[in-house]
């Protein structure tokens, strides 16, 4: 099944110059807009400086979980190639041959979305989630990660942002 969803999402890749561009964008380019956003949000946002501090440690601490912590123990006990490696597909970007179970990305977007969520259940986590998935896929149409890749790195993510917040309880005193 992993196989037959990836095989279906890398064939839209190289119909169009114009889809290709956008599938390259959400890739390689909206995570840095997400995080320039968040960063914009908190700066510029209502909340006080020491509510502001605690947002950012409270996500700080949720990413660096999510991607560093648990999706590199799982890469080091459990590899996976990178569906570029072993088949023959439309690959739209470069990325070196390292294990792609789970995504990295997937990982620390979802956490960055449901960190947000957790403070802020508005339009903003919406538009975080929206572009997590978004990323995700991209990622899957430019052929340099399986969906379960996807998949399992957005269970770590939002996992991680809530076992913080289970521990830490931040979001409940801001």
Not at 47 to 65: A, M, N
Not at 70 to 99: A, C, K, M
Not at 115 to 133: D, E, K, M, T, W
Request: proline share 3%.
């Amino acid at each position: 099944m992993n196989k037959v969803i990836f095989q279906y999402l890398n064939n839209l890749a190289g119909r169009s110059a114009v889809f290709d561009w956008l599938v390259v964008f959400c890739a390689e380019w909206l995570p840095y807009v997400l995080v320039a956003v968040f960063l914009a949000i908190l700066i510029f946002g209502k909340k006080t400086y020491l509510e502001k501090i605690k947002i950012f440690i409270f996500t700080g601490i949720s990413l660096f979980l999510s991607r560093i912590v648990i999706t590199e123990t799982i890469r080091y006990f459990y590899h996976v190639s990178r569906p570029f490696v072993d088949n023959n597909v439309n690959q739209l970007i470069f990325h070196e041959t390292s294990g792609s179970f789970p995504s990295g990305h997937a990982a620390f977007f979802f956490a960055l979305a449901m960190a947000i969520f957790l403070f802020n259940r508005r339009l903003a986590s919406v538009v975080f989630f929206v572009g997590a998935i978004l990323i995700g896929l991209a990622r899957v149409i430019a052929g340099v990660h399986w969906p379960l890749d996807i998949l399992e790195g957005a269970i770590v993510g939002v996992l991680s942002a809530l076992a913080v917040s289970k521990i830490s309880k931040v979001p409940k005193k801001i």
